[in-house]
């Protein structure tokens, strides 16, 4: 059974502990600007939020890859970068409705979460249980669609990506 991240704002202290054990487990370093999660803050409310990829059924940004740099994993369901393969064209970054795929000019290729394979350290790292790592269909993807797809005006509409061949992989 497929896993996903369950966000919940209303438990978020904003201690940033998910941001450093993201940069630190990808990146090697503690530095929240090369986190793959991020956490907003509402000042004005006292409020945080942490957002980061859905892993969404439809994934716009692997779509619009034009050289088919993203791909699905298919043991953890995540739609996972390929570094050797991303030609830094940042395509997929304005494809992405909720803007959580992010180009790294020292790498000169795009980085998203790919769920740490299956084991988050963001979730792992978070003590108020803001984000868990539960299995898919529980985790209230549809409430985040339907927060997503409100505008002030009423539903907002998107029109779908044309259809693509998926490329699936496992990691040997």
Not at 36 to 64: L, S
Not at 72 to 97: F, H, Q, R, S
Not at 142 to 152: C, G, K
């Amino acid at each position: 059974m497929l896993r996903a991240l369950q966000l919940e704002p209303e438990k978020c202290t904003g201690c940033l502990q998910c941001e450093m054990a993201c940069s630190f487990e990808n990146e090697g370093v503690f530095n929240p600007s090369k986190s793959r999660i991020k956490v907003f803050a509402f000042h004005n409310e006292g409020r945080f939020a942490p957002y980061t990829c859905t892993q969404c059924d439809e994934a716009w940004c692997m779509h619009a890859c034009p050289v088919e740099a993203i791909v699905l994993n298919a043991a953890t369901g995540a739609k996972e970068v390929l570094g050797d393969v991303c030609v830094g064209c940042k395509v997929c970054t304005i494809a992405c409705p909720f803007g959580t795929v992010n180009y790294d000019s020292v790498s000169a290729v795009v980085h998203k979460c790919d769920l740490c394979g299956g084991d988050p350290w963001c979730a792992k790292a978070c003590p108020t249980g803001a984000i868990t790592f539960v299995d898919a269909d529980n985790s209230g993807l549809e409430r985040m669609r339907a927060w997503a797809q409100r505008s002030a005006a009423g539903s907002a509409s998107f029109n779908a990506p044309a259809s693509k061949t998926v490329q699936n992989y496992q990691k040997a």
